[in-house]
């Protein structure tokens, strides 16, 4: 009993923390927002750390896959940004000197992520917990490879037909798509350093398996969302059946006008 | 919606969404799925995504009811959604329910399969993150006007 309230203090209350942080951020008060970006930052460091505070839960595990997977995810997401805000785009951020530097991290962290599947070497992040390979790394790299090759061939051949001044877009999206495809088609035929091909194979076939559950069960909360809102604006009388507003309404939208508009007040 | 996007287009594209899949189901020639466990964390993983989506969902309806001089019906409605996800959750994750996988009791699968949602959510934002990201770092220079 004493263990579960510590699983609850140092696990899920952390994880419910960044939850509500992000749920905060829909708020429409600054101090709301930055209250919730705290409360966010607090409960990733408190879970990030229950695989040492609670390493008797199962779910701990979880908690150690984001810590050893958050150098090469980093690299990754931090390096396309910096390439990004690089390029000859008007929203510049960086010198056009660091472009390369960020392709350069995107590329280094892809290669960390694979490195930790196919050699075990103690300087690598570590794919094991209590001394087998993570049941959370096997669904997380599978999931993720199969996503990424999924949604960079399809995008490549979307962009084709949407985008103007992308032609080299398309070009790039499949050949990332058909790296990360080998690499799966590879994962599936060799043995990695912690999980053998077949192992590799039922997880990433179960994976599919999750991103059609996850997309339907996503999708038909977004439809029945849209079917609630739906139902209560249909039923709204229509603009020119609208009485006129009262004074109230008035007074609302004047002082609404008055905080909108710029420039110095009349002395 | 652009005119170059027709049904047919859309189609190719699901396809070239599926294909890395079904280029693994060809390799495994049925030998290696458990395809009884497939089915369970299809379930698993629709009823989860549908429960918390739901639920954030439901906030959000808060803040809609708010900019419609506050009615109870679009929230009481998304709030009746969000609750069938948890019944229903409940009901199939009774000893021996049809959800159940390789974990003791109902509230260690119902707690499993939150923190499978988690990382496999976090796996396809990352994809999705990166799909975007590489798309965009390779967008060119506007072309002067050359008259």
């Keep these: ?267 | 919606m652009n005119k170059r996007i027709t049904p047919l287009r859309l189609v190719i594209a699901g396809l070239l969404f599926l294909l890395p899949t079904l280029i693994l189901v060809l390799l495994s020639k049925g030998s290696v799925y458990d395809s009884e466990r497939g089915l369970i964390r299809f379930a698993n993983a629709f009823l989860t995504s549908y429960t918390l989506a739901s639920i954030f969902l439901v906030l959000n309806m808060f803040q809609y009811s708010k900019s419609r001089r506050q009615p109870t019906a679009p929230w009481v409605s998304m709030v009746f959604a969000a609750i069938l996800g948890v019944l229903v959750t409940f009901l199939l994750t009774a000893q021996g329910g049809f959800l159940m996988e390789e974990n003791g009791s109902r509230r260690a699968q119902i707690l499993y399969n939150i923190i499978h949602f988690i990382v496999s959510s976090l796996a396809i934002m990352v994809a999705i993150g990166i799909t975007v990201l590489i798309s965009f770092v390779n967008l060119e220079a506007k072309e002067e006007n050359k008259s």
């Design chain 1, 1 to 267: 009993m004493e263990n579960d309230f510590e699983v609850a203090l140092l696990l899920w209350a952390p994880l419910g923390f960044v939850f509500l942080s992000l749920g905060l951020q829909f708020r429409k008060d600054s101090s709301s927002k930055k209250f919730g970006k705290v409360l966010g930052v607090i409960g990733f460091l408190l879970f990030g750390a229950s695989f040492l505070t609670v390493p008797s839960s199962p779910s701990a595990a979880s908690s150690s896959l984001l810590v050893n997977i958050l150098p090469s995810l980093g690299l990754m997401v931090i390096g396309l940004y910096i390439a990004l805000f690089a390029g000859e785009i008007p929203v510049k951020r960086f010198p056009s000197k660091l472009r390369p530097v960020g392709l350069l991290m995107f590329v280094t962290g892809f290669a960390l992520f694979e490195a930790m599947h196919w050699t075990d070497h103690p300087l690598l992040p570590s794919t094991m917990w209590e001394g087998e390979s993570n049941r959370f790394w096997m669904i997380f790299r599978p999931t993720f490879l199969l996503a990424m090759s999924s949604f960079l061939l399809a995008s490549g051949y979307l962009v084709n037909l949407i985008g103007q001044r992308i032609s080299q877009t398309s070009k790039v999206l499949y050949i990332t798509g058909g790296v990360s495809s080998v690499l799966l088609i590879l994962s599936v035929m060799f043995n990695g350093s912690s999980m053998t091909s077949d192992e590799f194979h039922n997880s990433v076939l179960l994976a599919a398996s999750d991103i059609l559950g996850f997309i339907s069960g996503v999708g038909l909360t977004i439809l029945v969302f849209g079917l609630t809102i739906w139902q209560y604006e249909r039923k709204r009388p229509g603009l020119d059946r609208l009485p006129p507003p009262d004074q109230e309404q008035l007074n609302i939208a004047a002082e609404i006008v008055r905080n909108n508009i710029g420039g110095e007040e009349d002395e």
